[in-house]
C-alpha cells in the first residue's frame, strides 16, 4: 500500500474547506451616498446584494425602522427627492402574508431606484433596489 504525505492531506482538507467557506465583504450603512438612509434605521445586511458589472451597478439594501408605513416612506420620499431623485409612480399593495405596503419609482438621470415599504410585526420593512448605469459604459 502507498503512504500519502501529511502535507498533501493538509493541502486537500484546506482547499476543500476554502472551497465551502463564504466570501464575505462588509456592505456600509449607506453603501451609495446618493441613496439617503436615516442613522436610526436598522440595516439588515444579511439579505443585501450589490451586483456590479461593468456597464451596470444593481443593489437590494433591506432596513427596519419602528416608524410607520406612512411616516417611513414620506421619509423616504423626502430624502431621495433632496438628493436629486424624482418619483414616477407608487402603489399600495398587500403581500403574501396581508401586510400592507407601499412601493414608489424614482429616477435620477438613467438611474433607477425602487423602493419598497412593508408593515411588519415587529418593525416595518424597507428595501431600496437602486440600478445605474455604470459611468462610461
Known amino acids: 500500500m502507498r503512504r500519502v504525505k501529511a502535507w498533501a492531506i493538509v493541502m486537500g482538507i484546506a482547499l476543500l474547506l476554502g472551497g465551502c467557506a463564504q466570501i464575505v465583504v462588509p456592505i456600509q450603512l449607506q453603501p ?70 407601499i412601493w414608489a419609482e424614482f429616477l435620477k438621470g438613467d438611474d433607477l431606484c425602487r423602493l419598497t415599504v412593508i408593515e411588519g410585526t415587529g418593525a416595518t420593512h424597507v428595501d431600496y433596489t437602486p440600478s445605474r448605469v455604470t459611468a462610461g459604459a
Do not use: C, M
Open 32 to 101: 451609495f451616498p446618493d441613496v439617503p438612509v436615516p442613522a436610526e434605521w436598522t440595516p439588515y445586511s444579511d439579505d443585501w446584494v450589490i451586483i456590479r458589472t461593468h456597464k451596470v451597478t444593481a443593489a437590494r439594501l433591506i432596513y427596519f425602522t419602528q416608524t410607520n408605513v406612512e411616516v417611513t416612506l414620506a421619509t423616504a420620499r423626502r430624502l431621495l427627492a433632496n438628493a436629486g431623485w424624482q418619483e414616477t409612480r407608487s402603489e399600495r399593495f398587500v403581500n403574501a402574508e396581508k401586510f400592507p405596503g
